[in-house]
């Protein structure tokens, strides 16, 4: 295969897939006032369990509103800002990294796409690349359910296909009559 192969993240991967509040701790010394603990609160924001981004506010009420509209915002919005510490683009998982959203284990298999679908199923061809996507073992099996992101889909070029991969039995859930069971 000549062309060049180009990731693209699944549909759910909205980037971050996850954060946290985390309480920093800080033991203020003073001749003056007299010494106590002063607490402030680390947002962080997370992909892949890697820490992308994080900024320190002074409560945690502020906190959680601050990780709920950072959580909205894409990674080159948030370096814009210089309240937030960005970490370097090289150290955020991305390539070699499993596909699913919030799998942080390293891929074993390369997909390429038959066909690129936006959101509304629309199929869409950017240009020439090879768009691809790798998965672990764990979520090598895609289903035979929607468009995109389906076995039907996929055409391995490294690794093992998809009917070598078993899903996890604890991870499923039947659907009755389309309702998916929690
Ligand atoms: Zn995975």
């Not at 001749?31 to 369990?49: C, H, I, M, T």
């Not at 942080?104 to 629309?122: A, H």
């Not at 020439?128 to 035979?144: K, P, S, V």
């Amino acid at each position: 295969m000549n062309a060049r192969i180009a990731f693209v993240r699944h549909p759910e991967d909205l980037f971050w897939d996850g954060g946290r509040i985390r309480v920093v701790e800080r033991y203020k010394t003073s001749g003056l006032s007299g010494d106590e603990w002063r607490f402030s609160y680390n947002v962080e924001l997370l992909r892949k369990d890697v820490v992308v981004a994080r900024t320190t506010v002074g409560s945690l009420e502020y906190a959680a509103a601050t990780l709920a509209s950072a959580i909205q915002l894409c990674l080159a919005e948030l370096e814009q800002d210089s309240r937030w510490e960005v970490m370097p683009w090289e150290t955020v998982p991305n390539e070699e990294v499993c596909c699913q959203p919030g799998c942080s284990n390293l891929s074993t298999r390369t997909y390429v796409m038959k066909k690129l679908f936006d959101r509304s199923c629309m199929f869409e061809k950017l240009n020439d690349a090879n768009y691809a996507r790798e998965f672990c073992d764990e979520h090598g099996q895609r289903g035979d359910c929607g468009l995109d992101d389906a076995n039907a889909n996929y055409v391995c070029v490294k690794g093992k296909d998809w009917d070598d991969a078993l899903v996890d039995p604890d991870k499923v859930s039947e659907s009755v009559f389309g309702v998916e069971k929690s």
